[in-house]
């Protein structure tokens, strides 16, 4: 009867689509909500254990996604059978969203069972946990547990953080990877915002100041111009770029994506 049938495992991934400050580890405190501090802070330690010894960076702690987990936890407890979502309860990505945390990726290992060493052993026994658990595009985690019945009920939720950013620093971002082209980039950006809006097309304007190219598109990730952006800047056919931010369409999931628009002249 090892002990891995002591321990019960679910594990769940989901990643947006695209069209860091360190924390110090703030755990729950022990008898709080039925939280016990200790397992927690246990099986955070385990975990970055683990992933050093396979070559992974380690993870940061995000206290928002704690409290996901947190919440979720409880409601676990409650239940009795573990599970990733519950009748009225939000999936992942939006109970991970409602409680503040920023990501492009996130992911779930759930569990039941006596300590958090037995149930970190399981995960890194079972392939989907495992494979979790040990991601490298994953870099925080939020992790909770509580005690019930006689046993301990554990949420890892592990994610891909993105840095939360207003349209100023997001034009700022983008503008920065626009100027090496050498295209002047036009401070007034009001036609360029109006156009990040729409689908396509234009506002209405006369022709003279009509774009001869827009690029519009979302992600999670700014460092990099998609590719036929960058192909029409390195044309050298423009002589300047009109950048706006504004509010990314939902995609599905509680995702942190910024949503961009580009003109050249």
Not at 94 to 110: C, D, K, P, W, Y
Not at 173 to 194: F, K, M, Q, Y
């Amino acid at each position: 009867m090892g002990k891995f049938r002591s321990v019960v495992l679910l594990s769940f991934i989901l990643i947006a689509v695209s069209s860091a400050t360190a924390q110090s580890p703030i755990f729950p405190q022990q008898g709080a909500g039925g939280g016990t501090r200790e397992a927690a802070k246990q099986l955070f330690a385990l975990t970055n254990q683990a992933r050093a010894k396979h070559g992974a960076a380690p993870l940061q702690w995000d206290g928002d996604l704690a409290e996901a987990a947190r919440q979720h936890c409880l409601r676990m407890a409650a239940e009795g059978p573990i599970a990733h979502r519950y009748a009225g309860e939000a999936d992942l990505s939006e109970r991970a969203g409602q409680a503040g945390a920023h990501f492009s990726l996130i992911e779930e290992n759930v569990a039941v069972g006596p300590s958090p060493a037995e149930i970190h052993d399981a995960w890194m026994h079972s392939p989907g946990h495992r494979s979790n658990l040990l991601n490298p595009a994953v870099d925080r985690v939020g992790i909770a547990i509580v005690a019930a019945r006689g046993n301990l009920y554990a949420v890892a939720d592990y994610e891909r953080g993105v840095q939360e950013l207003d349209r100023a620093q997001v034009e700022s971002r983008v503008a920065a990877l626009v100027a090496p082209s050498g295209v002047n980039i036009v401070r007034n950006n009001g036609a360029a915002r109006e156009a990040c809006r729409l689908d396509s097309g234009m506002p209405s304007r006369d022709a003279a100041g009509m774009p001869h190219f827009i690029m519009r598109w979302q992600d999670s990730d700014l460092s990099r111009l998609p590719q036929a952006l960058r192909e029409k800047l390195a044309s050298g056919q423009y002589r300047s770029a009109e950048i706006g931010s504004c509010t990314a369409q939902k995609m599905g999931g509680d995702f942190t994506t910024y949503r961009v628009a580009v003109l050249l002249f």
